[in-house]
C-alpha cells in the first residue's frame, strides 16, 4: 500500500518538476545565450559601416536603447537583440554578432576601466532630422543627402519658407546644403552666367525671396541664416558642409551691410564694407577677408581651395586627432572611425585656415603642414555645430554636372563616417564636456 502511494505521489509531481525545469532552463538560457547584439566597426570585420549606421538608428526608432563603444573596434554599437534586428542586418549586409549577457558585461568592464581610453555612450531615442536644400536639387549635389539615403536613415527636406515659418522647431538636427547664404549664387558668375541652370537658379531664388516680402535675396538670405542661429543657440545641432560653412558665417557677420555687386542684387556694394563685418556674430570664423572681386569663384580668405598647391591628390589625407573617450566624449564621438587618416576631398570650400578659426572652437581633422582644418566642431548658446569642408568625401574633385557617387562602391568611407556620426550624436545620453 505504501509503495501505491509513492509511485502516485512520483506521478503528481512529475508535470511540477517538468514545468520548474522549463522556467529554470529559460532562465539559465537568457544568461548562457544571446542577449545583445554587437555591430563591430573596426576596418577587417565590418562589411558595411554605412549601413551600421542605420541599423543603429533603426533600433533606436523601435523604442530600444544602444550603447556606442567608443574607441572599441572602431566604435562599435551594442543593440538590444531581437530577430528582428538580426534580419534587419542580414537584410542591409551589416556584419553582426550575438553575445551573451556575460560577454556584454565583460566588454563594458573592459571598456570601463580606467586603463583604456573607451566609453559605453548610452543612445536614447533617433533624432528627427532635416536637410535645409532646395526641393529641385538633385540627392547627388548633396553628400549628406546621399549617405543619409544609402544608411536608410529618414529626413525631411526643408528651404526657406518652412525656416521662416518656425519649422526647425521640429528636427534636432539641421543639415546645411552646399548654400550660399550671403546671397552671391555661389560667386559662379564669372564661370556660369550666361549657363541655363545659372539662370534658373538665380530667377527661382528671387521669385522665393519676393513670394516671402524681401526685395532682394540676400536680405531673405541674412533672415534664414538668423532663424537657422536661433535654432542652434535655442539647442540643435546643425552640421554644415562645403560652402554652406563660411557663407552661413559670412551672412552673419555682414548684417545690416551690403557686400553684393550689382549684378548679384541690382546695385553696387556698400563702401568699405570689410570695415563693418562684425566677426562676434559668427559661429566659428574670425579676421577674415572677403574677397570683393565679382568673377573670383571664392568668397574670404578662410577657404584653404587656392592655398594649399603643396598638397597632392595621392598625399591628400587629413588627420583626426584623439580625446579622451570618458573625460571629452563629444568630440571622441564625432572622430570615431576605423582610421585615423581620411582622404581629402575637393570643395568649393575645401578647407578652413587655421588663422581664421576662433580659439574656442575644436579642430577635430587637420593637416598640420599646411595649418588647414577640415573638420571642426563648436558650441553656441544650448546648442552645437560642425563645419566639415569639401564636397563629397568619395570624389575628389567634384564638378557641375558629374555623376552621383555610387556609396554601393565605398560602404566603408571614413569621410562618409564622419557624416553619420554628426547624425547620430544627438541620440546620445549627454555628458558635460570637461575641455
Not at 214 to 235: A, M, P, T
Not at 297 to 317: A, G, V
Request: include cysteine.
Amino acid at each position: 500500500m505504501y509503495l501505491f502511494k509513492n509511485s502516485t505521489y512520483n506521478l503528481n509531481i512529475q508535470p511540477i518538476i517538468k514545468q520548474l525545469l522549463v522556467v529554470f532552463f529559460c532562465l539559465v538560457s537568457n544568461s548562457i545565450f544571446a542577449s545583445f547584439i554587437l555591430i563591430p566597426m573596426d576596418d577587417v570585420t565590418q562589411t558595411n559601416h554605412l549601413k551600421a549606421y542605420g541599423i543603429t538608428y533603426w533600433s533606436l526608432e523601435k523604442g530600444n536603447t544602444a550603447k556606442w563603444l567608443l574607441n572599441y573596434e572602431g566604435g562599435s554599437f551594442l543593440l538590444e537583440d531581437s530577430e528582428a534586428t538580426r534580419n534587419e542586418c542580414k537584410i542591409r549586409g551589416v556584419t553582426f554578432q550575438v553575445i551573451s549577457d556575460t560577454q556584454a558585461a565583460k566588454i563594458l568592464e573592459e571598456i570601463s576601466s580606467p586603463s583604456k581610453n573607451m566609453e559605453a555612450i548610452v543612445l536614447e531615442k533617433a533624432p528627427k532630422i532635416a536637410v535645409y536644400s532646395p526641393k529641385d536639387r538633385m540627392p547627388w549635389d548633396d553628400a549628406v543627402t546621399m549617405v543619409l539615403t544609402y544608411a536608410e536613415i529618414p529626413f525631411d527636406v526643408v528651404y526657406d519658407e518652412e525656416v521662416l515659418s518656425e519649422k526647425l522647431l521640429l528636427y534636432e538636427w539641421l543639415h546645411l546644403h552646399h548654400e550660399d547664404f550671403t546671397g552671391q549664387y555661389g560667386k559662379f558668375y564669372g564661370s556660369y552666367k550666361m549657363a541655363p541652370w545659372y539662370i534658373e537658379q538665380k530667377k527661382n531664388a528671387e521669385n522665393l525671396a519676393e513670394s516671402l516680402g524681401y526685395s532682394k535675396v540676400s536680405q531673405e538670405k541674412l533672415v534664414v541664416s538668423l532663424k537657422i542661429r536661433d535654432f542652434v543657440i535655442g539647442g540643435g545641432f546643425m552640421f554644415a558642409m562645403c560652402s554652406a560653412t563660411d557663407s552661413f558665417d559670412i551672412a552673419l557677420s555682414a548684417e545690416g551691410v551690403d557686400i553684393c555687386e550689382v549684378m548679384f542684387d541690382g546695385d553696387p556694394s556698400e563702401k568699405d564694407y570689410q570695415t563693418k563685418i562684425d566677426y562676434n556674430k559668427t559661429f566659428a570664423f574670425k579676421d577674415f577677408t572677403l574677397v570683393k572681386n565679382p568673377m573670383e569663384y571664392e568668397f574670404s580668405s578662410i577657404d584653404m581651395t587656392r592655398k594649399r598647391s603643396s598638397i597632392k591628390r595621392t598625399s591628400d589625407y587629413f588627420s583626426l586627432k584623439e580625446y579622451s573617450a570618458k573625460w571629452d566624449p563629444i568630440p571622441t564621438m564625432l572622430c570615431q572611425n576605423h582610421t585615423q587618416l581620411v582622404k581629402g576631398f575637393m570643395g568649393q570650400t575645401t578647407s578652413f585656415d587655421r588663422d581664421a578659426i576662433k580659439s574656442n572652437v575644436l579642430v577635430m581633422g587637420e593637416i598640420k603642414s599646411n595649418r588647414e582644418a577640415r573638420y571642426i566642431h563648436g558650441v553656441k548658446g544650448k546648442g552645437m555645430f560642425t563645419f566639415y569642408g569639401g564636397h563629397d568625401p568619395e570624389d575628389y574633385q567634384h564638378r557641375v554636372g558629374d555623376p552621383k557617387t555610387e556609396l554601393d562602391l565605398h560602404p566603408n568611407s571614413p569621410g562618409y563616417r564622419l557624416i553619420l556620426n554628426n547624425v547620430l550624436f544627438p541620440a546620445a545620453k549627454k555628458k558635460k564636456q570637461k575641455t
